[in-house]
T-cell receptor, first 114, second 114 residues
């Protein structure tokens, strides 16, 4: 079993739809949860991060973490064609655990159709 | 503030050759990590440098090495290139080792081995 599982898609939605992207993980020591957006032929761009469980909102983006289920989500409201990209989840343990690296999902490719 | 820069952006090499990739982190960032991204494996952690020392290493053979300079700039080297080394190599920087949740990526170097 991979440490982080993410449905690769592709996911195709009409403009204005609410998009739900998800990851599951197996390592209960993960404490930081990040979402990155990667456009074709570009490096990943950090969208937002969450510490432990709970929700975090930034504009049209909402990140949710459910540590009891080892499940994280990213919601995109009022999706736009410019949101078309690959979305990567990433996770890390607390720095005190000594593991200074991110573990990534393989990414979900999203297309928002005008 | 300028972002993470990587040079060169594209590189074509022949099997058996060696290659050096360069990364300049965001000004003030002291931790630099390297990742390999392929369609099959996704983003995989190579190594992390902090204060000119390799602090953490992923599961890659010894052909992959790197270094960090006193100004935090970093280079990675791959010797005896194999076809399977064809990938996008990404460098990421963060303010400190404990701030991995604020890791910012460069555009990557796309390496093709023929």
């Amino acid at each position: 079993q991979k440490e982080v599982e993410q449905d690769p898609g592709p996911l195709s939605v009409p403009e204005g739809a609410i998009v739900s992207l998800n990851c599951t993980y197996s390592n209960s020591a993960f404490q930081y949860f990040m979402w990155y957006r990667q456009y074709s032929r570009k490096g990943p761009e950090l969208l937002m991060y969450t510490y432990s469980s709970g929700n975090k909102e930034d504009g049209r983006f909402t990140a949710q973490v459910d540590k009891s289920s080892k499940y994280i989500s990213l919601f995109i409201r009022d999706s736009q064609p410019s949101d078309s990209a690959t979305y990567l989840c990433a996770m890390s343990e607390d720095s005190g655990a000594g593991s200074y690296q991110l573990t990534f999902g393989k990414g979900t490719k999203l297309s928002v159709i005008p | 503030k300028a972002g993470v820069t990587q040079t060169p952006r594209y590189l074509i090499k022949t099997r058996g050759q060696q290659v050096t990739l360069s990364c300049s982190p965001i000004s003030g960032h002291r931790s630099v990590s390297w990742y390999q991204q392929t369609p099959g494996q996704g983003l995989q952690f190579l190594f992390e440098y902090f204060s000119e020392t390799q602090r953490n290493k992923g599961n890659f053979p010894g052909r992959f090495s790197g270094r960090q300079f006193s100004n935090s700039r970093s280079e990675m080297n791959v010797s005896t290139l194999e076809l399977g080394d064809s990938a996008l190599y990404l460098c990421a920087s963060s303010p400190d080792r404990e701030v991995l949740y604020e890791q910012y990526f460069g555009p990557g170097t796309r390496l093709t081995v023929t």
